[in-house]
């Protein structure tokens, strides 16, 4: 048998290695000043970045020594299935551990909030939304990110009694969520025999997936947002009914006036805790937006916008006359579209297209 993880493989892996540890040392000395923690956000913001840091750290080290240890024992027969076992379970550590490399964006390592919103088509698209939506919870799952809705608007009640879905945010806690998410924003098309149509015909539906990265608004000194700039409304919780519909006006939408942008928040059962998560989504768009402008994009993505129909989707989910799922930037496509909707998505993620 022969180890097919090679050494420069881990090294292409471990060179931050040094790196990291000088920032490890770095942030010990900080934490050790008693008025860092005058600053909680900032204190508390350093301890997750030195837990993290020592975590990759010490995976990288390990990966090290596995792959050392693997090569020592390379050739004996008796040992050989073993080996085999756990050279692909180093190589998978190390092909995760690359990709994070490359995940370096400002807020790559950082949760994310997701939206999905129905395009023109009524119950169809509405179905669709909700079916994506899933998905996405299902993926988050697998990954072991808390994911939490934050806000829905209904629509129509969906197949099967479900209900529709107009628009939904979902709030992702965890590492890299943004990073590896980042590429699922655009227009995502949906083919199949419509469960609303008396004469089974085939239909075309499309929703949108936006995803920017999970910002603190008391975290982000460089966004300056003024009491009069924003417009706070509260509003009961929507549901598609039944007893876990809020009575009450907790559920919160803040508009930014200068923008126009917008987000809204139902989850918690108190205005306080609804407003604070609203005010994050805003300055999250906020910032992603200062950022489009200090790379002088924001011009071009607004130009290339879409409508959220037919030649603008990124991936097409084919479910009739054949099953496939086709991500129409990178080619990667497999025949199991209900293996994908069940939120198996790392095939179409980890070959997303990495330049922005």
Same mark, same amino acid.
């Given at each position: 048998?022969?180890?097919?993880?090679?050494?420069?493989?881990?090294?292409?892996?471990?060179?931050?290695?040094?790196?990291?540890?000088?920032?490890?040392?770095?942030?010990?000395?900080?934490?050790?000043?008693?008025?860092?923690?005058?600053?909680?956000?900032?204190?508390?913001?350093?301890?997750?970045?030195?837990?993290?840091?020592?975590?990759?750290?010490?995976?990288?080290?390990?990966?090290?020594?596995?792959?050392?240890?693997?090569?020592?024992?390379?050739?004996?027969?008796?040992?050989?299935?073993?080996?085999?076992?756990?050279?692909?379970?180093?190589?998978?550590?190390?092909?995760?551990?690359?990709?994070?490399?490359?995940?370096?964006?400002?807020?790559?390592?950082?949760?994310?909030?997701?939206?999905?919103?129905?395009?023109?088509?009524?119950?169809?698209?509405?179905?669709?939304?909700?079916?994506?939506?899933?998905?996405?919870?299902?993926?988050?799952?697998?990954?072991?990110?808390?994911?939490?809705?934050?806000?829905?608007?209904?629509?129509?009640?969906?197949?099967?009694?479900?209900?529709?879905?107009?628009?939904?945010?979902?709030?992702?806690?965890?590492?890299?969520?943004?990073?590896?998410?980042?590429?699922?924003?655009?227009?995502?098309?949906?083919?199949?025999?419509?469960?609303?149509?008396?004469?089974?015909?085939?239909?075309?539906?499309?929703?949108?997936?936006?995803?920017?990265?999970?910002? $603190?608004?008391?975290?982000?000194? /460089?966004? !300056?947002?003024?009491? #009069?700039?924003?417009? %706070?409304?509260?509003?009961? @919780?929507?549901?598609?009914?039944?007893?876990?519909?809020?009575?009450?006006?907790?559920?919160?939408?803040?508009?930014?006036?200068?923008?126009?942008?917008?987000?809204?928040?139902?989850?918690?059962?108190?205005?306080?805790?609804?407003?604070?998560?609203?005010?994050?989504?805003?300055?999250? $768009?906020?910032?992603?937006?200062? /950022?489009? !402008?200090?790379?002088? #994009?924001?011009?071009? %993505?607004?130009?290339?916008? @879409?409508?959220?129909?037919?030649?603008?989707?990124?991936?097409?989910?084919?479910?009739?006359?054949?099953?496939?799922?086709?991500?129409?930037?990178?080619?990667?496509?497999?025949?199991?579209?209900?293996?994908?909707?069940?939120?198996?998505?790392?095939?179409?993620?980890?070959?997303?297209?990495?330049?922005?």
């Amino acid at each position: 048998m022969k180890i097919c993880v090679t050494a420069s493989s881990v090294w292409r892996t471990v060179f931050e290695v040094p790196q990291k540890e000088a920032r490890i040392k770095h942030i010990e000395q900080e934490l050790e000043d008693p008025g860092i923690w005058e600053d909680h956000e900032k204190a508390s913001s350093l301890s997750k970045e030195l837990a993290d840091s020592k975590e990759d750290v010490q995976g990288l080290k390990s990966m090290k020594t596995d792959l050392r240890d693997l090569q020592e024992l390379e050739g004996l027969a008796t040992l050989e299935d073993d080996l085999e076992a756990q050279a692909v379970v180093l190589e998978q550590a190390i092909a995760k551990a690359e990709r994070q490399t490359f995940l370096s964006g400002p807020h790559d390592k950082k949760g994310a909030t997701l939206t999905i919103t129905a395009g023109a088509g009524g119950k169809d698209a509405q179905d669709w939304a909700a079916m994506l939506f899933r998905m996405y919870e299902r993926y988050c799952e697998k990954k072991g990110w808390r994911a939490i809705r934050i806000h829905e608007s209904y629509g129509e009640s969906g197949a099967e009694g479900r209900a529709g879905i107009k628009q939904a945010v979902l709030d992702i806690e965890g590492s890299f969520v943004y990073g590896l998410l980042k590429k699922e924003t655009g227009v995502h098309r949906l083919v199949r025999i419509s469960p609303f149509s008396s004469q089974s015909l085939r239909h075309t539906s499309f929703a949108s997936v936006d995803v920017i990265p999970r910002l $603190k608004a008391q975290e982000e000194k /460089e966004i !300056e947002i003024r009491p #009069e700039d924003l417009r %706070i409304e509260f509003t009961r @919780s929507s549901g598609p009914g039944g007893q876990n519909v809020n009575k009450r006006e907790t559920a919160v939408r803040i508009t930014h006036i200068p923008t126009g942008l917008v987000a809204e928040s139902q989850h918690s059962r108190t205005q306080q805790q609804n407003r604070e998560k609203a005010l994050d989504v805003i300055v999250s $768009k906020l910032t992603q937006m200062r /950022e489009l !402008e200090k790379q002088k #994009e924001l011009a071009q %993505i607004k130009g290339k916008q @879409s409508a959220i129909e037919w030649g603008s989707q990124i991936r097409s989910y084919v479910l009739h006359p054949y099953k496939m799922v086709k991500d129409h930037r990178t080619g990667t496509e497999t025949s199991q579209p209900e293996h994908v909707l069940e939120g198996n998505l790392d095939e179409f993620i980890e070959t997303a297209p990495t330049h922005d």
